[in-house]
């Protein structure tokens, strides 16, 4: 049985959860060299999750759904060369989340996790947003200059919420939705849009975070469906939890903000990071 993230976070009558980390790029490059990947089957991807989360003991478990399908595009070329056989916008998400092989690794790989997790810690399936996953499958296509419109993603939300489907069966603790680094630059983004997506996670009873870059979508009234919001730009309307991102003073060695009530620590781990540091600053963040 997965914990819900939900549980833990404060403000919704949690205390456990403290300090959120993303840290797969950084774990990857530590436990498996450069460009080591641990996607090749649940067996593998446990053995280097253990690791990692033995090493970092993070308060939430999370299982990056982006990479595991971009893994698995590497090592299948053939399905990369068929992103683009159609015109429309949604079409290369869409061969990609339909591909059954990575579909079945995903829930493989949910189902060894909850087990190795026993109850004791969150499971959080991150993905990129609709809007970011929407472009980055048509880069993939080939498409550099790509212009995102209101149904594509709309669309988009769609295919990833039947992609939810497949792992509807695993009690999974939460599902996070990561804007693109560059959001700014890509128009506003339509909370309403990832309407699909939102109800799937809602009929499932999975606690839903939104990592947006900057402050645009604050006043979206969509934003109070939302469990949690990791950001360093803007504080969410209780009872919404906040994950204040302080990746980059952590780095720095800046003075970090103190927590207001329904706030956590949210903190993007370097790939290049030394070991010895991370621990450090984790161990500041923690006490």
Known sequence: MSQSLADSLPGKGGSGLKVWLKASAYTRRLLLGEGGDPWQ??????????????????????????????????????????LGAKRRLSY???????????????????????ANLRGQTPLVLAMPSPKHWLLHANQLAGRSDVELDPDGIEDAAMYMADLLRAVSASPVGGVLLEEHPDDATLGETDLERYRPLINV??????????????????????LAEFDAVLSSAFQAAMPVSTGVDVSQPLWEGAALPALAAGQFYFVEIPESQRPEFVLESLARLRA
């Open 41 to 82: 089957g649940a067996a593998q991807f446990l053995a280097y999750f253990s690791q990692a989360q033995g090493l970092l003991r993070p308060d939430v478990a999370v299982v990056e759904v982006g990479e595991l399908f971009d893994a698995w595009l590497v090592r299948h070329p053939e399905v990369r060369a068929e």
């Open 92 to 114: 290369p998400l869409r061969k990609l989340l339909e591909q059954d092989e990575p579909r079945q690794l995903l829930a493989e790989v949910v189902e060894a996790v909850i």
């Open 201 to 222: 996670a809602h009929h499932y009873r999975w606690s839903l975070a939104l990592r947006p870059r900057g402050a645009a979508v604050a006043e979206s009234p969509v």
